[in-house]
Each structure stands twice: as structure tokens, then as C-alpha cells.
């Protein structure tokens, strides 16, 4: 069964869904993402762990933050919800945006007195391999900005959104950062250009990273890279899944789940 509820943080309502018995695990999804999504893996997984599946700010049934939220703000509100929903310790089963969180969340003083397990798959955070396509529209982008920050500030925030409507600069950049509000377009640009690997040697939990082999939007050697720096991690690497392993092989990531969150 599962039961849908609010939990107010600074006055934002914010949605979740739990379901299961046993100790309490918090699911956290990724960018563009809901719980939705995660709702699959939180029930196969319900009959050893009590799920809190969130739908983060500005995600799924929670609206957007009243302005936009740096990665350690989501940390905030996880820890917040961890510290008033949870009367024990928890463990993580992140994917994507959520494994930012996570690890933001370990690394602090108080991630490491509640959190015990975690699951990250498709994590992101780390600095990413750039092909030179990636520089050539980065700095065409700046390009076509110029001439329009030295407006004064009424007339330069109406040309900058004349700018961005235009079909030379949508060509520039992803589908997914255009069709974004104000708040959460910045809220995006803040989490994406914010590198996570200095968090990694803080972080003393046992961590499984569970990757698909033909994951592109977080590659495998993010997970490497991860596996390198945290010390009591494992990396898991599954055959003919993508960024959504959980999805694309549910029953064989149950299996290396429930063995992992075995007591």
C-alpha cells in the first residue's frame, strides 16, 4: 500500500510517497524526474525497507522553490525531512540529480551519524569529459550575450529573453535547459556546474554504485571515479542497461539491491 503525503519545509509543500515496512530508506530521483519514476524499485524493495520516495522541489507534485535552490539547499531540505519524518537511521537509494544530494548529504557531520546504506545508481556530481563541440557552443553563447549585458539592466533582461527565444541560441543548448522556468533553469545551471569530487574522501558509509553499462547521460567512468575516491565503496556495472538500470533491468537490480541491504 502506499500512502501519499506532505511534508512542509519553509512553507513548501512538498509531496512524497511511502510504502513498505522495516527500517526507513529514503528514494531520491533524478533531474526531470519524479517518484513516480522511482515507484517501481521502492515496491519491489518494500518488503525490507520502509520507502520515503520524494519528489524534490520544483519536481513531479512538489512546486518550485520561490527562487532557485543550489545543490546544498535540496541537502538541506533532505536533511530536514530525515530529521522530522525518520525516528531512526537511514539508508539512500539515489539515481542522477539525487546521487548530488547524497553525496552533498554523507559528507556532512550529519549524514554521517544518520545515514548507514547507500545505493547510488547513474550518479551524477562528477566533472565531465567535454568534447570540443560542448566548448564551441559554450563560447558561441557567449558570443551572442555580449553585445547585450552592456545594456542597462531594464533593457538587457528583455533582450537576454528575446535571446534566449530565438532559434540561433535554442540550437545552442539542451532541449531540456530551454524549456525550464526562470528559478529552476537557474536552479539547473547551479547543480550542473558544481563538481562533487572534494566531497568524496568524507564520506566513510558503505556505498554501492550501480551503474549500466550503457549509461550516456552519467557515463560509467563517473561511477569509476566515484569508486576511486569514496573508501568503502563498490562499483557494479550491469550489462544492456542505461541510465535508468532499475528500469531497463528491474528484477537483476532488485537482486544486487536486496543483497546489499541484506542486515
Not at 572534494?198 to 550501480?210: N, Q, Y
Amino acid at each position: 500500500m502506499t500512502d501519499k503525503r506532505t511534508y512542509r519545509y519553509n512553507n513548501l509543500p512538498v509531496a512524497y510517497r511511502k510504502t513498505g515496512t522495516g527500517k526507513p530508506m529514503i528514494i531520491l530521483h533524478g533531474w526531470g524526474s519524479s517518484s513516480r519514476v522511482m515507484m517501481p524499485v521502492a515496491k519491489q524493495l518494500s518488503d525490507i525497507r520502509c520507502c520515503y520516495v520524494i519528489d524534490l522541489p520544483g519536481f513531479g507534485d512538489t512546486p518550485e522553490p520561490d527562487r532557485s535552490w543550489s545543490i546544498d539547499d535540496y541537502t538541506d531540505m533532505v536533511q530536514s525531512f530525515i530529521e522530522n519524518e525518520c525516528d531512526e537511521t537511514v539508508d539512500i537509494l539515489a539515481h542522477s540529480f539525487g546521487g548530488r544530494i547524497t553525496l552533498k548529504l554523507c559528507a556532512r557531520a550529519f549524514g554521517q551519524e544518520w545515514v548507514e546504506k547507500v545505493l547510488i545508481t547513474g550518479g551524477a556530481g562528477m566533472k565531465p569529459r567535454r568534447k570540443p563541440s560542448y566548448y564551441l557552443k559554450k563560447y558561441t553563447a557567449k558570443l551572442l550575450k555580449a553585445p547585450f549585458l552592456l545594456l542597462p539592466s531594464g533593457s538587457k533582461e528583455n533582450a537576454l529573453k528575446w535571446l534566449r527565444n530565438t532559434s540561433a541560441w535554442k540550437a545552442l543548448g539542451s532541449s531540456e535547459y530551454s524549456e525550464l522556468s526562470g528559478v529552476m533553469r537557474e536552479t539547473f545551471v547551479k547543480s550542473v556546474t558544481e563538481y562533487l569530487e572534494a566531497t568524496l574522501p568524507k564520506i566513510p558509509h558503505e556505498v554501492l554504485l550501480l551503474w549500466g553499462r550503457n549509461d550516456e547521460a552519467t557515463p560509467i567512468y563517473q561511477g569509476e571515479r566515484m569508486d576511486e575516491g569514496i573508501q568503502n565503496a563498490a562499483l557494479v556495472v550491469m550489462e544492456n542497461a542505461g541510465h535508468y538500470a532499475f528500469l531497463d533491468k528491474p528484477k537483476h537490480f532488485t537482486s544486487i539491491a536486496r543483497a546489499f541491504l541484506k542486515d
